[in-house]
C-alpha cells in the first residue's frame, strides 16, 4: 500500500469487536494489505487498484463478497473468524458493534424487537395507518422506552413510490416490490429524520426458522441452508432501494458471530412444537416483555400494509392483478 493512498470506506469495519476509524484502517493496511482478511463488519473498502468487500456482501460494490481485488486479481479472501459464543452473547455483540449510530427498523415482531432492546436507539415503525406493523411497532417502542418515528404510507404515494423503486430492484415480481416499497418508506423516514443507518431484523427467519414452511418440512435443516443462501440477493435488493435515500441497511443476524452460533443449534432447537424461532425467542423472553418475544407476527409486506394498497392501486389503474400491474409499470 503506498503512503499517499487515499482510503474510501463505505460502512464499517471491525476486528476483535472494535470498530475500527478510518485511520486505523490506513493503518493496518500499510503493514499489511492482507490483514483486512480477517475484518469484520459490512463495509466495501477502496483504495490504490485494489478493492474488498465483507464477507457476506451487505455493502454493494464491484468485488464479489469476501474477496479481496487487486486491479482485477484476486489476492485473498475476507474471513472473519469469531470465537466459540452461545447464540445471547453473540446477538448482543452483534447489535451493539451497530448500535453507536442510527435508528431500528421496528414492526414490533421478535426479530426488530429484541434488536431495538439491546440497542436502545431510537426506532423508526412504517405502514399504513390501519397497518399492524405500525400499530404493534410503535407500541412495542413504548414498552421499551423508546422514542419512536410513525412513517405512515398515505395511499396516494404508492404509485410514485413504485415509478422509484421499480427499476431498482432485479427481480420485478410483486413480492420483491412489495418488500422493496415498504424499506423505501423506512429508509426515507430515516433519511428525514437525519439518520444514515437503519438496523433491521432481517436475517432472523433464514437462520432460526421464521417461515410457516418449516413447521412442515421433513429436513428443516436443508430449508434453512436454501433460505440462507437467498439472503444475499435480498440484502442487495433492498440495500439498492435504501441507498437510493442515503441510507444503508445493518443486518446483526448476519453478523458472523450470530450465523455461527445459529448454525450450531440442532433444528429442533429453532423449530418444535408448533413454534418458530424457538431458540430466538427464548433469548428475547430475557429481553422483551413475553408476550412480544412469543408473538406471531405478518410478513413485512402484509404487516405494514403495502400488499394491499398495491392490490387496490393495480384495480385503481384498471389491472386484475398487481403482476399485470407491474409487468406495464416496467415498459
Known amino acids: 500500500m503506498r503512503e499517499d493512498s487515499f482510503l474510501k470506506l463505505t460502512g464499517w469495519v471491525e476486528t476483535g469487536g472494535k470498530v475500527l476509524s478510518r485511520e486505523e484502517i490506513l493503518s493496518l493496511l500499510h503493514e499489511n494489505p492482507l490483514a483486512l482478511s480477517s475484518f469484520g463488519g459490512e463495509f466495501l473498502l477502496e483504495w490504490d487498484d485494489c478493492c474488498a468487500r465483507d464477507a457476506l456482501g451487505i455493502i454493494p460494490g464491484p468485488v464479489p463478497p469476501g474477496k479481496i481485488l487487486?486491479?482485477?486479481?484476486?489476492?485473498?479472501?475476507?474471513?472473519?473468524?469469531?470465537g466459540d459464543m452461545g447464540l445471547e452473547e453473540a446477538i448482543v455483540a452483534a447489535v451493539a458493534l451497530r448500535s453507536d449510530r442510527g435508528v431500528v427498523a421496528l414492526s414490533g415482531g421478535v426479530d426488530s424487537a429484541l434488536v431495538a432492546a439491546i440497542a436502545r436507539r431510537p426506532c423508526i415503525a412504517a405502514g399504513t395507518a390501519e397497518s399492524g406493523d405500525l400499530a404493534m411497532g410503535m407500541g412495542t417502542a413504548r414498552d421499551l422506552g423508546l422514542e419512536c418515528i410513525p412513517a405512515v404510507v398515505a395511499p396516494g404515494e404508492l404509485e410514485g413510490a413504485v415509478a422509484k423503486v421499480i427499476g431498482i430492484v432485479p427481480e420485478k415480481t410483486p413480492l420483491d416490490l412489495s418488500i422493496a416499497l415498504s424499506w423505501y418508506f423506512v429508509t426515507r423516514s430515516a433519511r428525514d429524520a437525519g439518520y444514515d443507518r437503519v438496523i433491521t431484523g432481517q436475517g432472523a427467519d433464514e437462520l432460526f426458522g421464521g417461515y410457516?414452511?418449516?413447521?412442515?418440512?421433513?429436513?428443516?435443516?436443508?430449508l434453512l441452508a436454501d433460505d440462507f443462501a437467498r439472503l444475499p440477493a435480498q440484502v442487495a435488493r433492498d440495500q439498492s432501494v435504501a441507498m437510493q435515500n442515503g441510507v444503508l441497511l445493518s443486518?446483526?443476524?448476519?453478523?458472523?458471530?450470530?450465523?455461527?452460533?445459529?448454525?450450531?443449534l440442532p433444528a429442533r432447537e429453532k423449530v418444535a412444537e408448533g413454534v418458530r424461532k424457538r431458540a430466538l425467542r427464548e433469548v428475547a423472553e430475557r429481553f422483551l416483555p413475553r408476550e412480544?418475544?412469543?408473538?406471531?407476527?405478518?410478513?413485512m409486506q402484509y404487516g405494514t400494509g403495502i400488499w394491499r394498497e398495491l392490490r387496490r392501486l393495480a384495480r385503481r389503474k384498471g389491472f386484475p392483478t398487481v403482476k399485470e400491474y407491474l409487468a406495464r409499470a416496467v415498459r
Not at 410457516?212 to 436443508?222: P, V
Not at 443486518?251 to 450450531?264: E, F, H, Q
Request: glycine share 6%.
Open 212 to 222: 410457516r414452511r418449516y413447521l412442515e418440512s421433513a429436513d428443516i435443516d436443508a
Open 251 to 264: 443486518y446483526p443476524y448476519l453478523d458472523g458471530r450470530v450465523v455461527s452460533a445459529a448454525r450450531a
Open 292 to 299: 412480544v418475544a412469543w408473538r406471531e407476527k405478518k410478513a
Open 70 to 82: 487487486s486491479g482485477k486479481r484476486l489476492i485473498g479472501s475476507v474471513e472473519p473468524r469469531f
